[in-house]
């Protein structure tokens, strides 16, 4: 998608470093991060939000992402978060799960 900013940041329009990346996702830090550890993995692949994911393996591309990445960096416990919509906390419309870690988590989030 031509005007979407993680979409320009997985096909290096926007040079990032990431931190893992294959053929379907990347992820890289967060631009402004809420734990110590904040990084964010996204599928190469433009799709606006959970909403709009249409197959099994989109999910299964991004999610099986996750432990190798935090095993790469030795963390075992982590907070994932998908915000899905505005009012849900959404800001940037293309999906994305947030990994979190390196302290305490409270529940029920804000
Ligand atoms: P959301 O609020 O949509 O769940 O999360 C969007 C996240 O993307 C925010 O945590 C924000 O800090 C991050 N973000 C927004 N623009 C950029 C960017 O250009 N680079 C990086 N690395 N993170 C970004
Ligand atoms: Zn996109």
Redesign the pocket.
């Known amino acids: 998608m031509t005007d979407c ?1 993680f979409c320009k ?1 997985a096909n290096g329009e ?1 040079p ?1 470093k990431f931190i893992y990346e294959d053929d379907k996702v990347a992820a ?5 991060p809420q734990a110590p550890v904040h990084f ?1 993995v996204i599928p190469k692949k433009h799709y606006a939000s959970l909403n709009d994911i249409d197959s099994k393996e989109a999910f299964a591309d991004i999610f099986s992402a996750i432990p190798k990445i935090t095993a790469k960096l030795g963390i075992k416990e982590y907070r994932t978060v998908v ?1 899905t919509g505005a009012s849900a ?4 419309f293309h999906i ?1 799960v ?1 990994v979190m870690a390196g302290r305490e988590f409270t529940w029920p989030a804000g």
């Open positions: 900013i940041i926007i990032s890289f830090n967060d631009l402004n964010l915000n906390g959404q800001t940037v994305h947030h």
